[in-house]
């Protein structure tokens, strides 16, 4: 329990968090601090690069164990089935409609990246070692979570998706399943963890000054970024969000992080390996979900499903979640 | 110097349908487009901004596409059919262009 | 398909004024409006140029704001009142818009 | 609101024929102009983005020049006289603006 | 007196002097060379964040001393009267109307953070310790210039700006203060001065890879595209400006530097402390000031107060300023 | 022959060459992965002023030798007559019009910086020493191909280009030399090589962390782009060039390459050096020369000379020519 505590502490006074905080109350006082667009999309791209390649350099170095395959089956099945758990709290908690609750359920499959990225910092602070093919685990739990909201939107809500010209023929869309498995993210990930396992060691020492050493900071200022976007969020969306919403952002992660501890368990992963699968599966995605339901599921609120994920749930993970997660998985707690 | 009447068809549509809309209008055998950078708006849901976003959902772009008179009601109709579910603005305005064989 | 008339109102205005002109336009009334990214210009204060500029000034933004006919006076009255004493221009076209039931 | 008659010229050229239009416009005594980006489009000779680019070529702007009606004809005798053997389009649309004596 | 020489030599020399010398050599010849926006804005950031962290690490490290409420104090007042002495300056030397008297006046009592941020890497460079907080000070120096300048021109001009509608109507314009408080490069700094308190040695170390060992690279960058804005000012606002605004230009910081230099004697700072100080009373706005002007002053001429102050007295701050007041500061003149 | 194989195996599995296959295999797969334009070209800037920086302070260090001179002198012809060859050679193995041709042989003429880099990049890994001053090399080599360029399209092409109003009033273009000559790449390239060369080893000692440490990793990341954008080419233009074309596009570096290398021996230059020559000479241009061509050649197709010269020529150099080139340079071959 102390430990959690100290834990918990410690992670208050990371500069980590605190550029997010400073973000978050920049925008709720309404200052302009802002960061160009296309100053947020380059740091996204460094943090992608910088963590698929380490990933896996780490597999080349520690060598495919077993427990890889295993893993990313198991990470498509959690973000596959997260969904359906989501859906029915969310029926029960909040009077969102059927398709507004599919799509926040589908983002509660799928993961964030920066979210597992500030985990896996936490655990190199700490010392304690995790499997480099996590990042692939992580890019594996991206999609399938679609798939579940979408199919739950067509079969759920058949009138009122037909109504709205549907969410059937929107899992049917032509190219959306190709865009969703091709999206940026995912692509730039696994290309660049291939790019680690191809080039190990040898090339981990080529680029390590730019992807090792100065990462962390790096992630300072994208988490500045973070908390500015989730400001403004909070501050045009107030009222968009129930109580009962804002109770299943905070629950849900709790229940998903558990549900992550025993598969992690199960697959035999290190402590770290389970602290990161407990963040992926805790975490909520806001970038390639969204964007895949504003294709898919017009109908679907984005204030509704963005406030939840970036605006609720990624703080609270940031904050308290992953020093949680690395404690229960450390045994410290 | 000689100008032709044709109408200028400006549509501000949402970033992730962008793909989509090219094609269409590219189905409908419109191939002259130009698309816009959009920095943020407002509209019945909400306003937004761009600045510090990284993903293309909640972002727009404005297409703006020059044609002849009589191919607009094609134009129109390639791109409700992407639009029609979809929060967007489309506007059609009398123009005069020079050289009119291009279009 | 069918179109409805509307007027295309263009504001090109300073950008340490834009949050004034949203501010405005939302206490009009005016909830639609979108606001494009612009690179320079000159006019007869001289010319400027956003490149590896980093303050709010000398920048401009575009704000184009279809509305009802019937209510670019109110829009244009909101707009001037931010604008007068300020570099800036203001341009309204004619236009068809869809959907007319979202103006 | 009292507004007057005016036009408004849109031109979509080459970035690497910006400066000389720039140019072309100042000659023919047009020193009212904005620059807007843009981030691709289709043509004849094909689509194109500016998504990653670095170089000049291969990117297009959009010159925006509100006019009195009386001196439409000198602007398009310039930007023609830049525009001829390049890609690139321009129209020309009525509008109306406040400040009349600005233009 | 072979100090300051030696010091304006080895400045003149550095790579950062070079860098923005290539700007406004490549601007005034027309080049097209220039950097984007977005990542003029991202190494701005970038600075500000790495200067604030610093300055507040800084202060963690070396504890508050009571100097420090003072030299607030201090900047505050500086920052407020130094545009009545400019403008007396101005209505003497110019022919400047007063509104555009009162817009000039508020930028020299303002700062500019990388004349700042120049003078710190040149301490840095020679070994000279100076207190962390004079980040904190950079701060409270940044808003004070711009009520007394509109309370310059509402006073002053009262029937010019009233007939345009004016500068009395301004300065109570709702929301200017806050706007000016809550300016995105004023909380940034001020953010990052605390984070880095609240972190101190500790997050240095994490972040160090990032705002320390580049740092000088970064500055370089960021001058040389500084040079460009500034070389392509001159070039579009040549005639804009008069011999004796120039001459303003040029004394105007020397006198701001010698009475910089006093209070920080007065105040007991170190000698990096009174160099930095000098620097600050020395160095004009070019950000947050003409900001506010356009949308309080909108009738002051931007070409006069932006080419005074960034294409005249930043150079000659960055050439001959800086060194000088270091040499005086450190009592090698 | 087997350090050949040996060289091109280790280049094909560096993270250089495997971040240019990643961009191009999620551009050929429509992936939405994109680098946003301010990123880019923010990389391109480090770049330049990086490699420029390094090669100035290589020739602080080293002192100007006899060589330089010569070494300029040879680059500027090489650019000015290597497309002439490469003009005859289209002329027989391609049905391009004389204005195409024309404008395809003055890219070939001219030089690709990232190729150069790249180059330069395997000579440090290798432990290849070479002269610093072959950055001012592949300056001099950018601009004389435009002019060789311009006076075949009018010399061969009177008819053609007089009907389109033409290559010689185009070739005559008041501005154009200096627009070419001024460009932002080659000012930013030689500045930097200047500023490099007055500070010397003070000066990279000061900016090393930011122009060394993390150069290999911004370049990856760049031929992420690169490969990105060539990719999005072939998708777009896979029919705009013909077999003959492609077939120009690989021989051409090939005979360039050896004709670099004749004058390399010749020139005296290290084996660093005649790599670095034989890459300038075999590398073709892709952000000079079709801005120029651009804008003096309207109608000369872009989609044929930015296909061979990005999507054919620069492919072919990074992964096939460099290793060839410094294998037989170092006598390896
Ligand atoms: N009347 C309008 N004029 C211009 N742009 C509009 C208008 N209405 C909506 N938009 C744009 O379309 C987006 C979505 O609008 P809405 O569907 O009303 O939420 C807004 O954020 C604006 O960018
Ligand atoms: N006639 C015009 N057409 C389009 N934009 C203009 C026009 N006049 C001025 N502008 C824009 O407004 C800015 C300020 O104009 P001005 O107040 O004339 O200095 C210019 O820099 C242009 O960006
Ligand atoms: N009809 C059009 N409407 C709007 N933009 C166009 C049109 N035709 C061409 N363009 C723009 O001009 C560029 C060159 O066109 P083109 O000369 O037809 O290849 C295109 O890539 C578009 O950005
Ligand atoms: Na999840
Ligand atoms: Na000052
Ligand atoms: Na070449």
Same mark, same amino acid.
């Given at each position: 329990m102390d430990n959690i505590f100290a834990l918990a502490q410690e992670n208050l006074l990371s500069p980590i968090i605190l550029s997010f905080a400073l973000g978050l109350a920049a925008a709720l006082a309404r200052s302009d601090l802002t960061m160009p667009e296309a100053v947020a999309k380059g740091l996204s791209l460094y943090l992608l690069f910088a963590i698929g390649f380490k990933g896996g350099a780490a597999v080349a170095a520690h060598g495919v164990d077993t427990t890889l395959i295993l893993s990313l089956v198991a990470g498509t099945v959690l973000s596959f089935a997260l969904p359906f758990l989501a859906f029915a709290m969310l029926r029960v908690m909040t009077r969102l409609s059927t398709v507004d609750a599919a799509a926040v359920a589908g983002h509660y499959g799928s993961i964030s990246i920066v979210t597992f990225v500030a985990a896996s910092s936490v655990l190199t602070s700490q010392g304690i070692d995790s499997e480099g093919y996590m990042v692939a685990v992580a890019a594996a739990m991206e999609a399938p979570a679609i798939l579940a909201a979408l199919w739950l939107a067509a079969r759920r809500a058949p009138a009122e998706a037909l109504a709205a010209g549907g969410g059937v023929a929107a899992a049917s869309q032509p190219g959306l399943l190709r865009e969703v498995l091709l999206n940026g993210s995912l692509v730039l990930l696994v290309g660049s963890f291939l790019i680690g396992m191809a080039t190990g060691a040898e090339g981990m020492a080529e680029i390590s000054p730019l992807i090792t050493d100065p990462f962390k900071g790096v992630l300072c200022l994208f988490l500045l970024d973070m908390g500015l976007v989730a400001g403004r969020g909070l501050r045009e =969306?107030?009222?968009?969000?129930a109580v009962g919403a804002l109770a299943f952002a905070v629950l849900m992660p709790l229940i998903s992080a558990a549900i992550g501890y025993g598969t992690g368990l199960a697959l035999g992963l290190s402590a770290g390996g389970v602290a990161l699968l407990m963040t992926l599966s805790a975490s909520a995605s806001y970038i390639a979900v969204p964007a895949a339901m504003r294709v898919a599921?017009?109908?679907? =609120?984005p204030s509704v499903y963005l406030t939840l994920s970036l605006c609720v749930t990624f703080p609270f993970n940031l904050i308290i979640g992953i020093p949680l997660y690395v404690a229960i998985a450390t045994g410290g707690a | 110097m000689q100008t032709h009447p044709a109408k200028r068809v400006e549509i501000i549509i949402e970033s992730p349908m962008e793909r989509r809309l090219r094609a269409a209008l590219e189905e409908a055998d419109i191939t002259g487009y130009t698309v816009l950078p959009v920095l943020g708006g407002s509209g019945r849901s909400g306003g937004w901004s761009?600045?510090?976003?990284?993903?293309?959902?909640?972002g727009m772009v404005a297409v703006v596409c020059i044609v002849r008179a009589d191919r607009v009601d094609g134009l129109l109709d390639a791109a409700f059919a992407v639009l029609e579910r979809h929060i967007g603005v489309v506007s059609v305005t009398d123009c005069e262009v020079l050289r009119a064989e291009r279009f």
């Open positions: =969306n107030r009222t968009a969000v599921l017009p109908e679907a =609120n | 761009r600045e510090g976003q990284i993903g293309r959902a909640g």
